[in-house]
């Protein structure tokens, strides 16, 4: 056997050659599957044979042999088939993708563990892979699909696939290492059946939305029938006709073919998905979870599987006969689909585009940022020129030709910023599963509502909400809506909702996710935060309804009574804010006992320039950010109180507190002459406050710099930005701000 | 082997970082980079330099190829060809245009500069 870990002690060079590989194998499994019908294709074989002989290559410089063993046997098969050695059939196309999946799968650990470990930047760290098992069992089916591809050339059709599957049966019935094998293989098998259920459901779930009868939904549902049908073939080869899923299994695998062929008519024919046919896609799906799941908890099935076989067969012949073009035979036509590869020929024909690296898109995205700020001295200049040189018609024409740059850098601005945005879409559709899981686990009934799914928002962004997203719908889901019971003796419907809704408002994107469960009790937050030593019981009673309810979002609360295996493990919900901080977003909570949670995210539609807001206090210049500002207005001197060390006046029939931005960062005393006091109100989602500076300036695009060492954990600032004019001012932090000036 | 000059050709960035890294700390220095078989061809007719590094499987046009026409443009350029697992007949075909220079993937940093430290000799001993 391999070493089970492995040193990388060059970090960065790993990191680089991760992007190289993530870029080579991006695309390939498509390219495989074109194989299929293409197998003679040389210049597509030499470019997935390229791919991933360069995998092996970079693989083997930094030392990880599990990578480079397995590119290396998957350039293997590929050779063979560029040599003409072997004809592609369908097991080798299916291994093939196992094998680049399972490819993928390292890289990902890999990716995963190296962000794990971003402390010891340039040090030495130990990586360890836990699929040894596995990717021997994917290296063996691997080469005996190409034996069996070897032997089987030139065979009719028809009695390869009967005698392949026979051959591999007698092959491997004889190897000794096959329980280890049927171990690993039955782990896959079931994470990639449960993957693909979720793809013909999902395609499903679109066609009766949509009515679609978009001929790519059966494609989608053919390709993953044809890889459960792969992976159950594979497993099948491992196991031993006396294993207790055999039978099953066998079963399983006849109707799944079955099936495929009968999608095969609908595929070849640019036939309509019908509504039997959709009924029968639930059966036969529900048919497979049922044996599937039951496999897991090691049960017996006996599931009417005659039944459905039956009809399976049944709507088949039914079309075979009706079906006009008779010819189709009643075998898998996988092979000779022609009209597959030039259906997707067509469909990229319509949509014309390019795949661009995310990494030239914030180059693209940082440059435009720097134009802004550069585009911002023009307004600068022109202002010197009127007032310090007196030539105001120099300063017009300057002028003139600061807005037209304005406007052309906006435009830019807008449409790369178009181009890196994504519909909310492709992390909204992780979360039916993590919802079916919790209500299955937990006996609920939960209907998961999701709308705006088409809402885009900055790619950067998508990626850093998705966990904490997870984590709050797992929160609704499994502390939020109660057991059917429960809400039953409640008077509420017995089925309870959540729903996950995006939108767009202001120049900025909300998701919220709303549970109309148990809500949170405020007098238990109250008493857990006592309890837990974050505050005290004066200060307790002393707390908004609001201000009581953001206390979950400390470190280390959790309401929750039990600590369940999904959630509750009392380091979410802080993990959940600052997450979402960190991309300028916004947390805010409602709630009511007895009548749900709803969360609501606010997010800014791009990370990379915002708007602020640039004030002067005690001769030092600061910038809002604009998301934070509620409004601005002047206090009269008089109207402000003092109470216990602390300011406050009142502000549309709310008490609200005053504090002085140069006493927060201590920069030195207020103006004290003036009677009436600019403020700028902010908020952080619960709080309001009302912090007053010198001069309100003006508003203006502004590109975050962060500041790096010990200049970052400076509380209240978040960063630094240039001027026009070249000066550099910090940009303030309000939510930082307001807890300051609470201290 | 001060300011013997060094051509990378190789489709992944992260080799020619290895490579440079080492040349870079030996002396050598590196007048040009390519990352496919045809940009190698027009940065040698540019830039000359006394050795080449060739990987064999790239895009567009592979380092056999590559190869080929550089010897066909200059006879006596000095390539030293790096092979990986598996790519034992290219390397019989590269013998037989004419290279005498083989590394097998992966190498350290010190053994390719020990190569190219022998071929420089060889050709100012020869």
Redesign the interface.
């Known amino acids: 056997m391999m070493s089970k870990g492995f040193y990388l002690d060059d970090i960065d060079l790993v990191k680089m050659f991760i992007d190289e590989w993530t870029e080579c194998l991006e695309g390939l499994e498509k390219e495989i599957l074109k194989l299929e019908v293409h197998s003679d294709d040389s210049e597509l074989l030499n470019n997935i044979f390229r791919r991933v002989h360069s995998i092996k290559g970079g693989s083997s410089f930094v030392g990880l042999h599990c990578i480079t063993r397995l590119s290396h046997e998957i350039e293997f098969t590929l050779d063979a088939i560029r040599k003409n050695r072997v004809s592609v059939n369908l097991e080798l196309i299916d291994s093939l993708l196992l094998a680049i999946d399972f490819l993928n799968g390292y890289i990902g650990q890999l990716i995963n563990k190296l962000e794990e470990c971003k402390s010891g930047e340039n040090g030495t760290i130990y990586i360890e892979f836990d699929d040894d098992e596995k990717e021997d069992s994917i290296l063996n089916g691997l080469k005996q699909a190409l034996i069996q591809c070897e032997k089987s050339d030139k065979e009719d059709e028809k009695s390869v696939e009967k005698s392949e599957q026979e051959a591999a049966l007698e092959i491997l019935q004889s190897e000794e290492f096959k329980s280890r094998l049927a171990e690993g293989m039955k782990d896959q098998f079931l994470v990639e059946c449960a993957e693909h259920i979720e793809k013909i459901e999902c395609q499903l779930f679109s066609v009766l939305n949509n009515g679609s009868d978009d001929s790519e939904v059966i494609n989608e549902i053919f390709r993953a029938v044809h890889s459960i049908k792969g992976g159950i073939g594979i497993y099948l080869a491992t196991i031993t006709p006396d294993n207790p899923d055999y039978a099953g299994l066998k079963e399983l695998s006849e109707i799944v073919h079955n099936f495929e062929s009968l999608l095969a008519i609908f595929r070849d024919n640019g036939m309509t998905p019908e509504k039997t046919l959709i009924d029968l896609c639930y059966e036969v799906t529900d048919y497979i979870k049922n044996v599937v799941s039951d496999d897991a908890s090691q049960e017996c099935h006996n599931v009417n599987a005659g039944d459905i076989l039956e009809k399976v067969n049944g709507y088949t012949l039914q079309l075979q006969t009706t079906s006009k073009n008779s010819t189709n035979s009643f075998v898998p036509s996988v092979r000779n689909s022609d009209g597959k590869i030039s259906n997707i020929q067509q469909k990229s024909a319509v949509i014309q585009s390019v795949r661009v690296s995310q990494d030239k898109l914030d180059k693209m995205m940082n440059m435009i940022s720097e134009l802004l700020i550069a585009k911002n001295s023009f307004m600068h200049i022109s202002s010197r020129l009127n007032l310090e040189y007196d030539l105001p018609e120099m300063s017009k024409e300057i002028k003139k030709v600061g807005s037209y740059i304005n406007r052309i850098s906006d435009e830019l601005q807008n449409v790369l910023m178009s181009i890196r945005m994504v519909k909310v879409k492709t992390i909204f559709q992780k979360m039916p599963r993590v919802v079916r899981d919790i209500s299955q686990t937990n006996g609920k009934k939960i209907e998961l509502i999701m709308e705006g799914e088409d809402t885009e928002i900055d790619k950067t962004i998508i990626e850093q909400i998705s966990d904490p997203l997870v984590h709050l719908i797992r929160n609704a889901a499994d502390h939020g809506v109660e057991t059917p019971e429960e809400r039953l003796s409640k008077g509420k419907p017995e089925c309870g909702s959540v729903i996950l809704r995006a939108y767009n408002k202001n120049k900025s994107v909300y998701i919220e996710i709303e549970d109309d469960g148990r809500g949170i009790d405020v007098e238990n937050v109250k008493k857990k935060a006592v309890e837990k030593g974050f505050i005290t019981e004066t200060e307790a009673g002393l707390m908004s309804k609001g201000q009581l309810m953001n206390l979950i979002f400390l470190p280390g609360f959790s309401t929750a009574k039990q600590v369940t295996e999904v959630s509750g493990r009392g380091v979410g919900m802080d993990i959940v804010k600052s997450n979402i901080e960190k991309i300028n977003g916004n947390i805010a909570i409602e709630s009511e006992v007895d009548k749900g949670t709803k969360f609501i995210i606010q997010l800014p539609l791009t990370l990379a320039v915002s708007h602020g807001l640039i004030v002067e206090a005690a001769g030092e210049t600061y910038i809002f950010p604009l998301e934070y500002i509620v409004e601005t207005v002047k206090i009269p001197r008089n109207s402000i109180h003092r109470f216990n060390k602390k300011y406050f006046t009142h502000l549309r029939g709310d008490v609200i507190g005053v504090e002085w931005l140069s006493k927060i960062f201590l920069t030195g005393d207020c103006e004290t002459e003036k009677d009436e006091l600019n403020a700028v109100i902010i908020s952080n989602g619960a709080d309001k406050y009302a912090i007053i500076v010198d001069k309100l300036k003006n508003e203006q695009e502004f590109v975050v710099k962060t500041l790096d060492g010990h200049l970052g954990s400076i509380p209240g600032i978040s960063g630094s930005t240039l001027l026009g004019n070249g000066q550099v001012v910090l940009i303030v932090n309000p939510a930082d701000i307001i807890q300051l000036a609470q201290k | 082997m001060k300011g013997k000059r060094l051509m990378i050709v190789d ?5 020619h ?2 490579i440079e890294r080492a040349a870079a700390a030996n002396g050598y220095e590196v007048c040009a980079h390519a990352k496919n078989g045809d940009e190698a061809v027009k940065q040698y007719k540019l830039t000359m330099p006394d050795v080449i590094t060739m ?1 064999i ?3 567009v046009k592979d380092g056999l190829a590559a190869s080929k026409e550089i010897l066909a443009e200059n006879p006596d350029a000095k390539i030293l060809m790096l092979s ?3 790519d034992e007949e290219i390397i019989k075909e590269a013998k037989d245009i004419g290279i005498t220079h083989f590394l097998k ?2 190498f350290k940093g010190e053994e390719i500069v020990n190569v190219i430290n022998n071929m420089i000799s060889n050709q100012s001993g020869g």
């Open positions: 489709d992944s960035p992260a080799i970082v290895i990987d499987t790239m895009p990986a697992m598996g993937k992966p």
